[in-house]
Structures are given as structure tokens and as C-alpha cells.
């Protein structure tokens, strides 16, 4: 391991600890959630996640604020929530059904799907009623609360699973294939470093260079997941490895084949990082980010 | 019909006339939901819903102002949003497993599992991001995001029904009855009655009046709901009857026998009156529909 790379891991489990402090502070905290669904609420967030992107969130407001705040520790939370509610529903069996996510059983699996499907519902509620009660200013509450909501929406992730679906076993031409995964993973990641922009208080111009940074990193990502899906181990996923292709998925590698994708994913990661030029070597742990997503193994 | 009833539903027909006039300008504007989505959501926006929530918003909005405002509209139209996401979420084959709903299909009988599933996440988000968006005062639009938020979330109505699958088929006393019809259903009324409140500028005083009405009225609702699903027919309902008996759900009829709850339903109504004494002859719709939902036929 290389000095950058032993830095970056440092920085990463950092953010990653603070994460998962504040949200662990909630589910203890008396008056969020009633006791039918502490269980499988704690269930869903307690797992081994990644946690990119609330780690991208606090990233970005350090960019912009040269530290962390209040506002961005709860935005990660709220963003990890949203995220945790999609994988919720997409594993169940009506939709992707999925018996292993995170190296654990999936929510359905594990309690039924009922409770999944409110368990999601309660994630994704929960996501904005943290944002409207524990952000100190209203006017970057709102602003929180519209970027999540944007990227999650109806005209966001939700339309992207949407057109997943109705894609499967389907002919798709890239530019399809573009808008789907846009909507269905780059949104979210924008919407990740825009909430880290807006908390640490960027002005307009960080905040249009980060959106960019996100949606490129974001595509890159699920492109990258795409690859990983055809030639990983379920082991190393920690879910099962080669649905896409056993359901149809209009994935990258079954459109444009393996090679053609693994030149669009070190595309998109050298866009990520020229669109963070004016930060200049602040940003060197974004830009890290950006490449490490590309060469991961689960 | 006497006089004080024509004018009431003439009050009511104005009001569900303007909540289905904002729904219906947010499915014509480009730019909330993309198309994949545009169907599913219209279905089950756009179906003969009673309405009775966002009528509650108006109604609170105009006893605090003196008359509807924006604000309230963009409040009524979130409010039924997330109203009847957790309607289609409910009606899931995992859930209650109904094949009807308003007199039609449900949405996963009229499309299919997974986009009803989509189809409420959509609908609970877009929720949150018209509230974001469409609210012209940023501290306004906090408290009407976090009322919304608690009152659906993990401590409000997505608790209620966890409790309420968990009760099925279960020995149930009054004390836990309440506390889950109260979670369930209840919450949300509350919600309605503070959005309208909280839209119209109501002072904290008149705010807690209004939150103890929608409170009352709504666990009076939830009784008469129980009552009719005994009594009424499918045809009469738009949904199947005698479900709750047929699923062992803890109703109000089957823990305490159908007299003695018509007359807690007749008692709450009594409170929830009561609870608008300060308002005087203003409030006297809001204590009609008090009176009305006890008797409604469907």
C-alpha cells in the first residue's frame, strides 16, 4: 500500500466512524421510532455498509467549510438512510429479490416482507424528519430537504429503479442506458456532495463543481458496479454475484461489453476530478475517491 | 338533507375541488416525476378519493387566517400524497392484500407489484420535495416538513401499521388498541389539522386545539372505519368488506363489541367539539365533520 493510499484509508474510516456515531446517537435517542420497528430499522442501518455516500457529503462540506459541521453529520445521516430504504425495496421479491445484501440477509429475509416494506418506508421518512428538526438554519434545512427529495424522487432514483425494471430482458441503446443509471445511482451521488456543499455553505460556483463531481463519480460507480456483478465472487459482493445478467439487466458490460465500460468508468473518473481543479490539492481525497471507486473488489 | 347539511357539503365539494386542482397542477408541470412513473402516480392520485385529510388542512388553515392560503394547498396536496402511498403500500400482497381500493384496482392489480411499490416511495417523497419547493417561507416550511415527517415516520402512522400486522390473530386490550389505531390513523389527522394550523400562522394555543381535534376526530374515524368494515358492503366501501375479521385484525368491534364502540366514537366526537370551543361559530364545519364521519355510509 502506497503513503496516499494508507492516508486515504485513514481519512475514509474516519468519516465512516463519525457516520456511523451519529447514527447510532439516533436509533438510541428516545422518541424517533416506536418499538414495533427498532429491530429492523437498527437491522438496516447497523450493517456493514460502504457508506460513500454520507462519506462524500462530509467530504465536501470539509471542501467547502474546511471542516465538518452539525448540518453535514446529519445530512450524511439522512442520505445513508435514504440509501438504506432503496436497498430495502430493490431486494425484495417483487422487485430485484435478493436474499443476501451486505454480507448479511437481506431485510426481507431476515424478519418478512411487511416488514421490509415498512421498515424502507420508515428510512425514507425518517431521512426528512431529522433534516426538518435537526438543522439549525431553515433556510439550509429546505435547501437539504430539496435536494434529497429531488434526487430520490419521482424524478430521481425511484424513476431510475422504475426504468431498471421495465428494461430488463429489453433491447437498450446507451443513451438509455445512461439515463437509467443516472437516475438510478449518479442522482444520488450528486445529491451527496451538493448536501455536503450546501452544509459547509459554498457559494454557487463549489457547489455547480461538486454536483459535477458527484454525477460523474456516481455514474463511474454504478458502471464500476456493473463490472463487478460479471466478474466477482458473491463472497467478495457479499450479495449474490451475476444477477443482472440472470434477470436481464440493462447493464454497461451487457450493452457495450466489458472493455468499452471500463473505458466510460476511467472517463467519468477523470471528469470527477477535473471538475474539482479550483479546490487544488484540498481536494485530493475526493479526487482519490474518484479513481478508488473504479478499482474496488465488492 | 337540512339546511346546516347542504351548506357543509357544499363547504366540502369546494374544498376537494381545490386539493384536486393542485394535485392535478403538479402532474401537468414538467420536471417532478419522469415518465416511467407518470402513469402509476396519476392512477392512484387521481382516483375518487374522499379527501378528507387535505379537506382537515383547509379547513384549519382558514379557522387561524381567515381564509385558505398557498401555502395550505401545497400542504393539502402533500398530506394526501403521503396519504395514499401508505394506502397502496398497505394494499401490497405482503400487507393487507386487497384487490380493491376507491371502488377500483389497486395499484399492483391495475399495473404490478413492483411498481406499486415504486409508486408509494414516489409519492412519500414527492411529498417532502413540494414542501421544500412550493412553500414560500423557509421556517414555515421546516415545521409543516416536520409534522409531515412525524407524524408518518417510525413513531407515527409507519409504526402504527407494524403494530397493526403484529396485532392480527392476537389477544389485544383496549390500552394497546388505542395506542395503535392512535399511531395508525389518529396521528395523521393530528398532522393534518397543525399543517393547517401551522399554514394559516395559528398561535401555539390555537395550534394544540386543532392538533387535539384532528387527534379525536381521527381515532372517531378510525372506529367508524372499523364499524363499517362489519356492517357495510364492498360495493358500498369501493374496498373488500369484512376484510378485518376475515385477516384477525384488532378492531375496535372485535375487542370491544360494536355498541360500546360506536359509543367511543360518539365520545370523541363529543371531544374533538370540544376542543374547538374557543373558535365559535367559525369552526362549526370542522365540528359537522366531526359529527358527519361517524355517520358516513363508506
Not at 451519529?22 to 436509533?27: G, S, T
Not at 474546511?66 to 430504504?85: D, F, K, P, Q, R
Not at 438509455?176 to 451521488?189: E, Y
Not at 473505458?263 to 479526487?287: C, H, I, N, S, Y
Request: charged share 25%; glycine share 8%; net charge positive.
Amino acid at each position: 500500500m502506497t503513503l496516499a493510499e494508507k492516508e486515504f484509508k485513514k481519512q475514509l474510516e474516519s468519516k465512516v466512524g463519525l457516520v456511523n456515531k451519529v447514527i447510532k446517537r439516533i436509533l438510541l435517542e428516545p422518541g424517533w421510532i416506536e418499538r414495533e420497528l427498532k429491530k429492523p430499522v437498527r437491522y438496516a442501518l447497523v450493517g456493514p455498509g460502504k457508506r460513500i455516500r454520507p462519506t462524500i457529503v462530509l467530504w465536501c462540506c470539509e471542501l467547502a467549510a474546511g471542516s465538518t459541521n452539525n448540518n453535514a453529520l446529519i445530512a450524511a445521516a439522512a442520505i445513508e438512510m435514504v440509501h438504506t430504504y432503496s436497498l430495502i425495496h430493490d431486494d425484495l421479491p417483487a422487485m430485484d429479490d435478493d436474499d443476501y445484501r451486505r454480507g448479511r440477509l437481506t431485510c426481507h429475509k431476515k424478519f418478512d416482507e411487511a416488514t421490509a416494506i415498512l421498515t424502507g418506508d420508515a428510512l425514507l421518512t425518517l431521512a426528512f424528519e431529522l433534516l426538518a428538526k435537526q438543522i439549525s438554519e431553515s433556510t439550509i434545512a429546505v435547501r437539504l430537504i430539496a435536494e434529497l427529495s429531488e434526487g430520490a424522487g419521482p424524478a430521481g432514483m425511484v424513476a431510475g429503479q422504475m426504468a431498471d425494471l421495465q428494461a430488463a430482458n429489453k433491447k437498450v441503446n446507451e443513451k438509455s442506458l445512461n439515463r437509467i443509471h443516472t437516475n438510478k445511482t449518479a442522482r444520488m451521488f450528486r445529491c451527496a456532495a451538493a448536501m455536503g456543499a450546501i452544509s459547509g455553505g459554498a457559494d454557487d460556483k463549489q457547489l455547480n463543481r461538486l454536483r459535477e463531481y458527484g454525477l460523474k463519480v456516481g455514474l463511474g460507480f454504478q458502471i464500476a458496479d456493473d463490472i463487478l456483478d460479471v466478474s466477482a465472487s458473491s463472497e467478495q459482493l457479499g450479495k449474490t454475484s451475476g444477477k443482472d445478467a440472470q434477470q436481464g439487466k440493462a447493464t454497461y458490460p451487457a450493452v457495450m461489453g466489458l472493455e468499452k465500460s471500463k473505458k466510460l468508468a476511467e472517463k467519468l473518473a477523470d471528469e470527477a476530478v477535473a471538475a474539482l481543479k479550483p479546490f487544488g490539492a484540498k481536494a485530493d481525497t475526493l479526487r482519490y475517491l474518484a479513481t478508488m471507486l473504479l478499482q474496488r473488489r465488492k
